[in-house]
T-cell receptor
Framework: GDSVTQMEGPVTLSEEAFLTINCTYTATGYPSLFWYVQYPGEGLQLLLKATKADDKGSNKGFEATYRKETTSFHLEKGSVQVSDSAVYFC???????????FGAGTRLFVKA | EAQVTQNPRYLITVTGKKLTVTCSQNMNHEYMSWYRQDPGLGLRQIYY???????DKGDVPEGYKVSRKEKRNFPLILESPSPNQTSLYFC?????????????FGPGTRLTVT
């Protein structure tokens, strides 16, 4: 079945470090891909998305590129801040489908 | 302000005592979902609704019921809660943009069943 796999956390970085959180997917068709962020005590918020191969989603300094050849959608940020500490979820959704599949989440800690 | 609200935010109950978690959205979205979040498992979809009076099972529907009598409301009902339903629950509503659906999530309801 369709699935999303992301790297296990927690990931601990110092402020201004480079961030990569890996995400790969399996799908029977061509899904849209998403990154959601969950801050402590809150619900998930959409961070960025890409709807087709080679699309790059970006927001708040975060980027991810839809790589069909490697079935990946890795999240990157060039310089993290303490305020980026949160749990990050990779997700996929088939076009026209009603189901969103989430990865297990990766917790990020950023130290000052 | 566009939002999804859930009530209660925290609930401790006992096995077998029926409960309802309410969910309401003010964005006129047609599509709504319920998820549960458990450590190491991410979010798993319980039920979803494509519109009023149209609902369907997600991945983990056992032990749950839903209804969609109005567009804005999508309550989650646990007729006879059990300890394995202790979890963090999220309601979400969706709209279509760029040929896909973006979801707005509520703040979550933390349920403990003893």
């Amino acid at each position: 079945g369709d699935s999303v796999t992301q790297m296990e956390g927690p990931v601990t970085l110092s402020e201004e470090a480079f961030l990569t959180i890996n995400c790969t997917y399996t799908a029977t068709g061509y899904p849209s891909l998403f990154w959601y962020v969950q801050y402590p005590g809150e619900g998930l918020q959409l961070l960025l998305k890409a709807t087709k191969a080679d699309d790059k989603g970006s927001n708040k300094g975060f980027e991810a590129t839809y790589r069909k050849e490697t079935t990946s959608f890795h999240l990157e940020k060039g310089s993290v801040q303490v305020s980026d500490s949160a749990v990050y979820f990779c997700a996929s959704r088939l076009s026209g489908g009603f189901k969103t599949i989430f990865g297990a989440g990766t917790r990020l800690f950023v130290k000052a | 302000e566009a939002q999804v609200t859930q009530n209660p935010r925290y609930l401790i109950t006992v096995t077998g005592k029926k409960l309802t978690v309410t969910c309401s959205q003010n964005m006129n979205h047609e599509y709504m979902s319920w998820y549960r979040q458990d450590p190491g498992l991410g979010l798993r979809q319980i039920y979803y609704s494509m519109n009023v009076e149209v609902t369907d099972k997600g991945d983990v529907p056992e032990g749950y019921k839903v209804s969609r009598k109005e567009k804005r409301n999508f309550p989650l009902i646990l007729e006879s809660p059990s300890p394995n339903q202790t979890s963090l629950y999220f309601c979400a509503s969706s709209f279509k943009r760029d040929n896909t659906y973006e979801q707005y999530f509520g703040p979550g309801t933390r349920l403990t069943v003893t």
